[in-house]
């Protein structure tokens, strides 16, 4: 099993990003894709997540309005399309996958199985 996050980077606040996370080694239908992030000495948040089955998504209130989540099935990929950023959205992205029913209790990190290794996402102010 391997995901593999890619896109983070610097950008000025209220600009955009859009991180892939690549999945193999699995049944990308029976799982949901989660996007979490980390800021340093904070815990773990969830930020969205995908059930590739059915294409439900969740997005918990700070990503609402702003980031978008999607998957392309043909190529096992989610992304994480993230607009209008702030400097509080910075951190490490991580993807995780776990066989979540509808993307329920999507924001736990305890509900995912496998994770990726991150990617930094660094917004200046």
């Known amino acids: 099993v391997q995901l593999v996050e890619s896109g983070g980077g610097l950008v000025q606040a209220g600009g955009s990003l859009r991180l892939s996370c690549a999945a193999s080694?699995?049944?990308?239908?029976?799982?949901?894709i989660g996007w979490f992030r980390q800021a340093p000495g904070k815990e773990r948040e969830g930020v969205s997540c995908?059930?590739?089955?059915?294409?439900?998504?969740y997005d918990v209130d700070s990503a609402k309005g702003r980031f978008i989540i999607s998957s392309d099935n043909a190529k096992n990929t989610v992304y994480l399309q993230m607009n209008r950023l702030k400097p509080s959205d910075t951190g490490v992205y991580y993807c995780?996958?776990?066989?979540?029913?509808?993307?329920?209790?999507?924001?736990?990190?305890?509900?995912?199985?496998?994770w990726g290794q991150g990617t930094q996402v660094t917004v200046s102010s």
């Open positions: 080694g699995f049944t990308f239908d029976d799982y949901a």
């Open positions: 995780a996958a776990g066989r979540l029913t509808w993307c329920d209790y999507g924001d736990l990190p305890e509900k995912y199985d496998f």
């Open positions: 995908i059930s590739i089955g059915d294409g439900t998504t």
